[in-house]
């Protein structure tokens, strides 16, 4: 293919002075960036599942001791003798029984009334806050994934330049890739990796020195973005060619994007962002089977995904995040189905996850001014947690990614220290671990510091505050007495600033 061919392939847009480029939908902005941090996120991958339409948590996550839940859905409450229970109170919707599974194993977490303040109940306009991590009167052009990227990867001749930062399966690009501060995109989609490669192959990178002009200037940003979609295109198609899915995944569009992750992934493509997704969320009517249908669809192919990385030896490397723009009103409506709510629980998948229920269920006698399910976790704690612990995104990121500081949640086992932890402190594992009825806690700060050791319960309440203010560099010990709690799984958090770890405490009387 010449160059004039490729270039009306991949549909030269031009007008008021500038010029972009797209591969089907993906905007080439993507292809222009070369400078990315190849261990600034520690090897680790964050999967994205975006749950289109607002899914119900209620009948997702089901109190099915909880009365009210009962009274105010009487013909689409899941009935409790078919609950999948998680506990005494909390339970998952019968078709979710991959998700059940991953729960008794301790890898997942699910994340109890996650929302923001002032919900709006539009579908786009909710998707946007998600996408871009605002606040609801607050309107931001690009993502939060964008800002990460951007603010913490681009910028280390390190990184694998040969790799793309994030991965969109699917046609149209999301802007939670896009980042005004690189001024586009730091991602590219496709649904298909040979499809890509079909797009671009027979292409050759034309290296003429352009005139030194303006339309030469132009014309040498468009070779380098030639060349460099050439580049992806075969890298993609490499590291999917090089493993082969060992778990027979479900016939969905969601298991085949899932498949192409974990092939991608365990291939060994340095990308360490990936999102996918999911429509069919907005069941005002005949919610019963239609639910039934999506949740078994994704639990379904979570599951596969989770047991294939298992088996093709990455998956301690990758934590997954379903989320939704919205959950539903907690009365159904006269059509058999639900309309647009608030708060909602999310999922939190993988082998470094600390398994459990973070929050109580819905307290359904105290709701909102619009009768919905107040929200308890601000959904930029989630996102927090994930960006620290998971990802690595140093203290000095935080603000331009979030905008503000927001209090995490110990979600991932922390198996490392963030970007300049190992010059603040190490926290270690306590011993006797299971105890009973005393664990003691060692832990060493190299630097001066103030610095905060808490213990939760599973979850996710403050039980006790073993350490608070500043302490001078050395070595400490913390005791952790379980007399008067009960047993199970606790977990303490050593903070210092922006800086974090974890671990996990088994109390058994």
Known sequence: MDRRKFLRQLGLITGAGSISLT???????????????????????????????????????????????????????????????????????????GFKKLFDEGKLAVVQNVGYANQNRSHFRS?????????????INDGWIG????????????????????????????????????????????????????LINGSSADNDPPPDTLAGHQLKFIKEIEARSIRYAEIIKEKADEIDNIVNYPNSNLAEQLSIVAQLIAGGLETPVYLTSMGGFDTHSNQLNRHASLLSTLSDAITAFQQDLEALGVADKV???TFSEFGRTVEQNGSGGTDHGAAAPLFVVGGSVNGGIWGDNPDLS?????????????????????L???????PDDMNKILFKEFETLPLVSVKHITSGGPKAFE??????????????????????QVISLKIYD?????????????????????TFGGRNYPSGTYYCHLVSGSYRKTIKMILVK
Request: include cysteine; proline fraction near 6%.
């Open 23 to 97: 591969v089907g939908n993906m905007p080439v902005r993507a292809f222009s960036k070369s400078l990315f941090k190849t261990n600034a996120n520690n090897g680790k991958v964050l999967v994205l599942v975006q749950l289109s339409g607002g899914n119900d948590g209620l009948n997702t996550v089901v109190p099915f001791e909880d009365d009210l839940y009962y009274k105010a859905r009487p013909t689409i409450g899941i009935p409790k003798t078919e609950v999948l229970r998680l506990n005494t109170l909390t339970g998952l919707h019968p078709s979710m029984d």
């Open 458 to 478: 599973s979850v996710g309440r403050e039980v006790v505050t073993l350490a608070q203010g500043y302490k001078d560099a050395g070595n400490y010990t913390a």
């Open 366 to 386: 105290d709701l909102d001014s619009s009768g919905d399910n107040k929200y308890k976790y601000d959904f930029r704690q989630i996102y927090s947690s994930l």
């Open 319 to 321: 934590a997954l995040m």
């Open 388 to 394: 620290r612990d998971h990802l690595g995104a140093g």
């Open 127 to 139: 998707t946007d806050i998600w996408l871009s991590a605002s606040d609801s009167q607050q309107y």
């Open 147 to 198: 800002r990460y990227l951007g603010y913490s990867i681009v910028g280390d001749p390190e990184y694998n330049v040969e790799h793309p930062m994030a991965i969109q399966l699917g046609s149209t690009q999301s802007t939670l890739l896009e980042c005004t501060c690189q001024s586009g995109s730091l991602g590219i989609a496709f649904d298909d990796p040979n499809q890509f490669y079909r």
């Open 427 to 448: 926290i270690f594992q306590n011993y006797p671990n299971p105890f009973n009825p005393v664990t003691t806690i060692n832990y060493t700060l190299r630097l001066p």
